[in-house]
């Protein structure tokens, strides 16, 4: 018996998974562990996986926070309409996907393409003669974009607008239609995601997914709980001081020109999670109101 040829969709993800775009964790599918609830929850859902948005982090705890029932699988580090995307979708499933301040965003895309892809970043900025640290080559890189190269790693331009509205994927600024306008963008924010976290929120969010697929969110949510408890890596304690609290206000709006239509976004994505958690304790107060201050 001949063997079926692999889907067009099939062939995607496999181009994806070999460029290495795709976190393992894309590619796991989760099953929900509660209960169910009074709320009927999709039976699928894709994660719309905008790379260091703590994608793999909130995949890898949303079984706790989901019901019987209900899968979820990443979208491979894809848009939300590419067509592997989609395939993961298929007619009934649902979108998530967490968002995250954009400036941070930039700033940990750098600092990532910087010090753990190595041997695939030829020409990657790493030296200025105005900085030392681990900052070196930041103002070269924010000035390289918009541009064709992205230095085989992230592409920083307003990527959580692309993987909302676009096609494309984390490499590249392609994938937009010309008719996807941030109008349509907050749209399909609104229309096509089941839900929407928040990464400044990570504990919160997860306690939200809960609520918004059960109807209840688990006992142990509420104001002061913190589940986001990762081991420091090795790497990483070389850059425990490189925060935007660090950066000069000229660096500030260096990558505040990357992602313009991020920031709009964003504060959409705020106030789309604050709905959710309405009436409820799942967030200290004052916390969404300081994210507010920090985007507008």
């Not at 695939?120 to 900052?135: C, D, E, V, Y």
């Not at 986001?228 to 850059?239: F, M, V």
């Not at 789309?272 to 967030?283: H, I, K, M, P, S």
Request: proline share 6%; with cysteine.
């Amino acid at each position: 018996m001949a063997r079926r040829a692999p889907s067009r969709a099939r062939l995607l993800l496999a181009s994806l998974l070999a460029r290495g775009d795709a976190a393992a964790s894309d590619h796991k599918l989760r099953e929900g562990e509660l209960p169910a609830g009074a709320t009927p929850a999709p039976r699928r859902l894709v994660f719309v996986h905008v790379p260091r948005a703590a994608g793999s982090s909130a995949m890898n705890r949303a079984a706790a926070h989901l019901p019987v029932g209900t899968t979820l699988i990443g979208s491979g580090e894809a848009a939300a309409w590419n067509q592997a995307t989609r395939a993961r979708r298929g007619v009934d499933g649902k979108l998530v996907t967490f968002a995250r301040f954009p400036l941070a965003l930039a700033l940990s895309q750098f600092l990532y393409c910087k010090f753990q892809l190595r041997r695939r970043k030829r020409g990657f900025p790493r030296w200025s003669p105005r900085t030392k640290g681990p900052l070196r080559g930041l103002d070269e890189w924010a000035a390289h974009f918009p541009n064709n190269s992205s230095f085989s790693c992230y592409d920083p331009t307003d990527i959580q607008f692309r993987f909302v509205a676009g096609s494309g994927h984390a490499r590249s600024a392609g994938g937009v239609p010309r008719t996807a306008s941030l109008d349509r963008a907050l749209s399909f924010l609104r229309r096509d995601f089941f839900f929407v976290g928040v990464v400044e929120l990570f504990s919160e969010s997860l306690c939200a997914l809960a609520l918004r697929a059960t109807g209840s969110a688990p006992q142990h949510c509420g104001c002061g709980f913190d589940s986001n408890s990762k081991r420091t890596h090795q790497k990483a304690k070389r850059l425990a001081n490189v925060s935007l609290d660090s950066l000069e206000p000229r660096r500030l709006e260096a990558l505040a020109r990357l992602v313009p239509r991020d920031l709009t976004l964003y504060v959409a994505a705020l106030r789309r999670f604050e709905e959710q958690v309405a009436g409820t304790d799942l967030v200290c107060p004052g916390k969404i109101d300081a994210l507010f201050a920090k985007a507008l």
